[in-house]
């Protein structure tokens, strides 16, 4: 499967939906027609792709209505800017609860949008490494990317909330004693291993897709990523082999409703109807199948032999969650910029 850049035509929906800005329900002789926008960070494309004709069939045999959708695809931290800065979405659909909380803050969102079912996430993933077939680098665990000569691909935190991830996960790893030379709770320690990996960094991409598609492209001997990203790549014929680290970081996927937007566009009930769907068994069988580790139990349970169990697994609960991982790690002085500053004199 050849995977399609989107930026581009992203940022042009962008611009035209915030210009339009026009009430998201019409009427044709035969039926009512809503449309729902939805902003969504890049990786699950695939899986919605699968997902809204699903919903669409639904809605017609509940309602007798029509449902369309627009669709904008970008890292998730440019999304949550771009919904800030007007991008009239419906709902966001991110890859981490800071970039919903930006939203929030602005005011768009005036709910508890984790008061909901799974509270408020809607997948999960881990953070994993895509080598070369036959893994001529022999990569193994955390300890290998420090290695001199090994070329590395991750995108830029700043942008995306997939790199956000793989940074915490490393850095968890190293502070919890699972990295071969680097002692647990060791502050100092972490950031050398930290510095020692991003020196090995060739490519920082702005998301995610962005990111594993110049690696398909030949660029890099690893790419630290979404477990999802790998398993969809290989369904789609791709020979890169997943690696995953001992010690690793569960990524939770938020999904919310965007008050201020809905309120404008009058189709809050197809919207709720949308997120209530996406949590239903279908949906997460639907997850499931394009490589992300469902938040149903039941689900989580009948999948569990392609999702294996990670034998160290934390979570932002690590780094005392997302409002204080946030600036600590990825404020303007936080330990990413000033490792980074290092790395780059």
Same mark, same amino acid.
Request: aromatic content about 8%; hydrophobic content about 40%.
């Given at each position: 499967?050849?995977?399609?850049?989107?930026?581009?035509?992203?940022?042009?929906?962008?611009?035209?939906?915030?210009?339009?800005?026009?009430?998201? +329900?019409?009427?044709?002789?035969?039926?009512? %027609?809503?449309?729902?926008?939805?902003?969504? =960070?890049?990786?699950?494309?695939?899986?919605?792709?699968?997902?809204?004709?699903?919903?669409?069939?639904?809605?017609?045999?509940?309602?007798?209505?029509?449902?369309?959708?627009?669709?904008?695809?970008?890292?998730?931290?440019?999304?949550?800017?771009?919904?800030?800065?007007?991008?009239?979405?419906? *709902?966001?659909?991110?890859?981490?609860?800071?970039?919903?909380?930006?939203?929030?803050?602005?005011?768009?969102?005036?709910?508890? &949008?984790?008061?909901? #079912?799974?509270s408020g996430m809607v997948s999960t993933s881990i953070? /994993?490494?895509?080598?070369?077939?036959?893994?001529?680098?022999?990569?193994?665990? &955390?300890?290998?990317?420090? @290695?001199?000569?090994?070329?590395?691909?991750?995108?830029?935190?700043? #942008?995306?909330?997939?790199?956000? &991830?793989?940074?915490?996960?490393? =850095?968890?790893?190293?502070?919890?004693?699972?990295?071969?030379?680097?002692?647990?709770?060791?502050?100092?320690?972490?950031?050398?291993?930290?510095?020692? %990996? $991003?020196?090995?960094?060739?490519?920082?991409?702005?998301?995610?897709?962005?990111?594993? #598609?110049?690696?398909?492209?030949?660029?890099?001997?690893?790419?630290?990523?979404?477990?999802?990203?790998?398993?969809?790549?290989?369904?789609?014929?791709?020979? =890169?082999?997943? /690696? *995953?680290?001992?010690?690793?970081?569960?990524?939770?996927?938020?999904?919310?409703?965007?008050?201020?937007?809905?309120? @404008?566009?009058?189709?809050?009930?197809?919207?709720?109807?949308?997120?209530?769907?996406?949590?239903?068994?279908?949906?997460?069988?639907?997850?499931?199948?394009?490589?992300?580790?469902? /938040?149903?139990?039941?689900?989580? @349970?009948?999948?569990?032999?392609? =999702?294996?169990?990670?034998?160290? $697994?934390?979570? *932002?609960?690590?780094?005392?969650? &997302?409002? @204080?991982?946030?600036?600590?790690?990825?404020?303007?002085?936080? %330990?990413?910029?000033? /490792?980074?500053?290092?790395? +780059?004199?």
């Amino acid at each position: 499967m050849k995977r399609l850049h989107f930026s581009l035509l992203s940022l042009l929906l962008v611009g035209l939906l915030a210009a339009c800005g026009e009430a998201s +329900q019409t009427t044709t002789s035969n039926a009512t %027609v809503t449309t729902i926008t939805l902003g969504a =960070y890049t990786t699950p494309r695939e899986a919605y792709a699968k997902l809204i004709p699903l919903f669409q069939a639904k809605w017609k045999t509940d309602t007798g209505g029509e449902v369309k959708f627009e669709e904008s695809y970008q890292g998730s931290g440019a999304q949550s800017r771009a919904i800030v800065e007007g991008f009239e979405a419906d *709902i966001a659909a991110l890859s981490l609860e800071a970039d919903i909380n930006r939203i929030s803050n602005a005011g768009l969102i005036t709910h508890d &949008w984790k008061a909901g #079912t799974h509270s408020g996430m809607v997948s999960t993933s881990i953070v /994993v490494f895509a080598v070369r077939e036959g893994n001529p680098k022999g990569i193994q665990n &955390w300890a290998d990317l420090a @290695k001199p000569g090994v070329q590395i691909l991750t995108p830029d935190p700043r #942008t995306s909330g997939g790199a956000q &991830w793989n940074i915490l996960a490393l =850095y968890g790893a190293a502070k919890r004693g699972q990295i071969t030379g680097v002692p647990a709770n060791d502050e100092a320690a972490a950031q050398a291993f930290l510095a020692s %990996v $991003l020196k090995n960094v060739v490519v920082f991409d702005k998301g995610a897709r962005e990111s594993i #598609t110049n690696f398909e492209k030949g660029v890099g001997d690893v790419a630290i990523t979404y477990e999802n990203e790998i398993l969809v790549g290989q369904k789609g014929g791709q020979t =890169y082999q997943m /690696v *995953i680290p001992t010690s690793t970081i569960l990524i939770e996927n938020p999904i919310a409703l965007i008050d201020k937007s809905v309120e @404008k566009h009058g189709n809050r009930q197809a919207v709720e109807a949308f997120i209530t769907f996406l949590h239903s068994r279908e949906a997460q069988e639907v997850f499931a199948e394009f490589g992300l580790r469902s /938040v149903d139990a039941d689900v989580a @349970k009948a999948t569990a032999e392609r =999702y294996p169990a990670i034998n160290d $697994l934390f979570t *932002i609960n690590e780094f005392g969650g &997302w409002s @204080k991982a946030t600036p600590e790690y990825f404020g303007d002085d936080g %330990v990413y910029a000033k /490792v980074l500053a290092q790395v +780059q004199q």
